[in-house]
């Protein structure tokens, strides 16, 4: 099972999908981890951006072969960065994508805070929300608060159809 977990900085995304790859047992592949391992002077740049994507397409493929369940966490903003890995899946059991939104004022705050990962801060989190092109597919909405995990946890496996334990 591949699944896409996507949204802007501060969504609250990550420590989601954290925690749903432990609930799932998947893998999971975080782009601000690779990107950090990846470069030791981030830019963002378009190309950095690319050869980040890129790698975890590789990750992705990987798991895919060895059969084994991936949680992918990136904005995936863009349909330029969704396409590749939609393309691969088409005739392999497709993906499952979550998107996870939380309130301006919760992603303000929560931006303020330091993040072992990301360096995204609230300047990112508007410039990323405004060339952010939804995701037109089917696909499940979770609205992140600061005291909801069980319950999108509870969804999400609701959604994937996971063992609920």
Do not use: W
Not at 57 to 65: A, P, R
Not at 152 to 158: I, N, Q, S, Y
């Amino acid at each position: 099972m591949v699944v896409i977990v996507f949204g802007l900085p501060g969504s609250g995304k990550s420590y989601f999908a954290s925690k749903l790859a432990k609930k799932i047992k998947a893998d999971y592949v975080n782009s601000d981890r690779i990107r950090k391992k990846m470069f030791k002077k981030r830019t963002y740049s378009k190309e950095e951006k690319e050869a980040v994507y890129h790698k975890m397409l590789d990750m992705m493929k990987e798991d895919v072969n060895q059969n084994r369940n991936v949680i992918l966490d990136a904005t995936f903003h863009t349909k330029e960065t969704r396409q590749p890995f939609m393309k691969e899946m088409e005739r392999k059991g497709g993906i499952y994508f979550i998107e996870i939104t939380a309130a301006e004022n919760i992603t303000r705050e929560r931006l303020k805070r330091e993040r072992p990962y990301s360096e995204a801060d609230f300047k990112v989190y508007k410039i990323i929300s405004s060339k952010n092109e939804p995701l037109m597919e089917p696909h499940l909405v979770l609205n992140s608060t600061n005291n909801n995990i069980k319950e999108m946890l509870e969804k999400a496996c609701d959604y994937l159809k996971c063992k609920n334990d």
